[in-house]
């Protein structure tokens, strides 16, 4: 079975730029939640979509927004990009939104922001 | 605020030695806590879950406990081998459950030597 899967692996954006992270969850699972992993700390929470609908938010501006689609993939959208944004953003799916449940994570997207 | 905090920063040991890393946090009001593992630059693996009623849980040669009125746990690494060499990160969901994320710290980074 496929884990978490990401998309792009890699990307190179420049400042005031716009961004589009995706992720596909584990098949069964119908929450995904995004963390960004700046170089060298623990990853920090973004967001929590569960049935399509934000169930918890992290400490980050109005810059980070997501969505959830019928399918249960998710996309992260970072308008106005900073150098201080570029990090490892990791997306984890679980099969709902419970505290019992695992969190799966997925590879990651490398973005750079020069 | 939960915060977390992971001691050693970095740890290298020869092959063959049991070893020890520790976490601490500081809101014993946590549903579970988790043990992962990130090689460089990639996802971070899932090791062990323990739920708050639980004091411990092992898989192979890993073994996590869970002290929560004192807001410890401990990760056991018995007999280590060269493939062991990662950083592993310890985190917690709070009574928010998956609404409010999971709780990082900054990870210990561990070298085997062959």
């Known amino acids: 079975d496929a884990g978490v899967t990401q998309s792009p692996t890699h990307l190179i954006k420049t400042r005031g730029q716009q961004v589009t992270l995706r992720c596909s969850p584990i098949?069964?699972?119908?929450?995904v939640s995004w963390y960004q992993q700046v170089l060298g700390q623990g990853p920090q929470f973004i967001f929590q979509y569960y049935e399509k609908e934000e169930r918890g938010r992290g400490n980050f501006p109005d810059r980070f927004s997501a969505r959830q689609f019928p399918n249960y993939s998710s996309e992260l959208n970072v308008n106005a990009l900073l150098l201080g944004d570029s990090a490892l953003y990791l997306c984890?799916?679980?099969?709902?939104?419970?505290?019992?449940?695992?969190?799966?994570f997925g590879p990651g997207t490398r973005l750079t922001v020069l | 605020k939960q915060e977390v905090t992971q001691i050693p920063a970095a740890l290298s040991v020869p092959e063959g030695e049991n070893l020890v890393l520790n976490c601490s946090f500081t809101d014993s009001a946590i549903y579970n806590l988790q043990w992962f593992r990130q090689d460089p630059g990639k996802g971070l693996t899932s090791l062990l879950l323990i739920q708050s009623s639980q004091r411990e849980q092992t898989s192979g040669r890993l073994n996590a406990s869970l002290d929560k009125s004192s807001g410890r746990s401990t990760l056991y690494i018995a007999a280590s081998q060269p493939g062991d060499s990662a950083t592993y990160l310890c985190?917690?969901?709070?009574?928010?459950?998956?609404?409010?994320?999971?709780?990082f710290g900054k990870g210990t980074h561990l070298i085997i030597q062959p």
């Open positions: 984890a799916s679980s099969l709902g939104a419970s505290s019992t449940d695992t969190q799966y």
């Open positions: 985190a917690v969901m709070g009574s928010g459950g998956g609404a409010d994320g999971l709780t």
């Open positions: 098949s069964g699972h119908k929450s």
